[in-house]
């Protein structure tokens, strides 16, 4: 599967920005898609994933109530919507499907979009 994500910029603390990555290939409604980030010298890290079963979410602490993950299948597409953000939150951004049931490694991840970059100015 090959992905496409877009929705990132430049936004003041406390904004709003809506990610979205779209797939194209045959079965996207049988991966799991997560999202993933990377700060300048620091590794990338886990996110958020949504399943792609029963739509279970998951998210790393420093997101959860603020960030929510989302999908729809007939758009092959994901969502992330970035609400209250901080300046920490400022990264390239990635996502990344896995069809071996992939959630918090993204080394259980095969395929990668090219990113996009969220900076959050203070």
């Known amino acids: 599967v090959q992905l496409q994500a877009s929705g990132g910029g430049l936004v003041q603390a406390g904004g709003s920005l809506r990610l979205s990555c779209t797939a194209s290939?045959?079965?996207?409604?049988?991966?799991?898609m997560g999202w993933f980030r990377q700060a300048p010298g620091k590794e990338r890290e886990f996110v958020a994933t949504i399943r792609w079963s029963v739509d279970s979410t998951y998210y790393r602490d420093s997101v959860k109530g603020r960030f929510t993950i989302s999908r729809d299948n007939a758009k092959n597409t994901v969502y992330l919507q970035m609400n209250s953000l901080k300046p920490e939150d400022t990264a390239v951004y990635y996502c990344?499907?896995?069809?071996?049931?992939?959630?918090?490694?993204?080394?259980?991840?095969?395929?990668w979009g090219q990113g996009t970059q969220v900076t959050v100015s203070s």
């Open positions: 990344a499907a896995s069809g071996t049931g992939g959630i918090y490694d993204p080394t259980d991840f095969r395929s």
């Open positions: 290939g045959r079965s996207f409604s049988s991966y799991n």
